[in-house]
């Protein structure tokens, strides 16, 4: 069955502490693998699209990487206002839809 | 430019009533998608539209749940006979084609009393 999972569930972390969140997929045919920031009461917000294992995308103080099973969003220097869900997401051959991961609520203390 | 909007942003509804959801879609966009969220699950597939026809409904949970699309453009959502599990949030997304990233709305959240 195709699967895509996130962890960790929450991450705490101090502000200027770097981490990372992983998104590890079970699909055949990968065509892209997509991050969206999801603030509270709003819809997901698009962050990032990759296609291809080797890939990488930077934005601010976050670079999205992929390889064959899995993704990692890594986050530099959190601010507060990083503060939000992080969901992962996977489109894949056969499917017009986007599978997504339970996503990982991550909370920047000042 | 004007992003995917949806309307109402809340619906408080009663048990066993009809309740109509609207997306209208970012200016251009061929493609439309509904979703579901439900506390503590995550996003959930409901129905794709190429558009003004549905070839994937395969999300849709029971036959009280419809869409349809207009002119290539805006879509609604009907749950006819209103259920207390049917309480979520609905998200709509465009995109330009089927395999481009998919942009969100913001959402409408259903309370089924």
């Known amino acids: 069955e195709d699967q895509v999972t996130q962890s960790p569930e929450a991450l705490r972390l101090q502000e200027g502490e770097s981490s990372s969140l992983n998104c590890s997929y079970t699909v055949s045919g990968l065509r892209g693998l997509f991050w969206y920031r999801q603030d509270p009461g709003k819809g997901p917000e698009f962050l990032f699209t990759?296609?291809?294992a080797g890939e990488e995308k930077e934005k601010e103080r976050l670079k999205a990487t992929l390889t064959k099973k899995e993704s990692f969003l890594h986050i530099t220097a959190p601010k507060p206002e990083d503060s939000a869900t992080y969901l992962c997401?996977?489109?894949?051959?056969?499917?017009?839809?986007?599978?997504f991961g339970q996503g990982t609520r991550l909370t920047i203390n000042p | 430019g004007a992003g995917v909007s949806q309307s109402p942003s809340n619906k408080v509804t009663e048990k066993g009533k009809d309740v109509e959801l609207r997306c209208d879609p970012i200016s251009g966009h061929t493609a439309l998608y509904w979703y579901r969220q439900s506390l503590g699950q995550g996003l959930e597939f409901l129905i794709y539209?190429?558009?003004?026809?549905?070839?994937?409904k395969s999300g849709l949970p029971s036959d009280r749940f419809s869409a349809e699309r207009t002119g290539g453009s805006v879509s609604t959502l009907t749950i006819q006979r209103t259920q207390q599990e049917d309480s979520a949030v609905y998200l709509c997304?465009?995109?330009?084609?089927?395999?481009?990233?998919?942009?969100f709305g913001p959402g409408t959240r259903l309370t089924v009393l």
């Open positions: 997401a996977v489109d894949f051959q056969g499917a017009q839809k986007l599978v």
């Open positions: 539209f190429q558009g003004n026809s549905a070839p994937d």
């Open positions: 997304a465009s995109s330009l084609a089927g395999t481009d990233t998919q942009y």
């Open positions: 990759l296609y291809s």
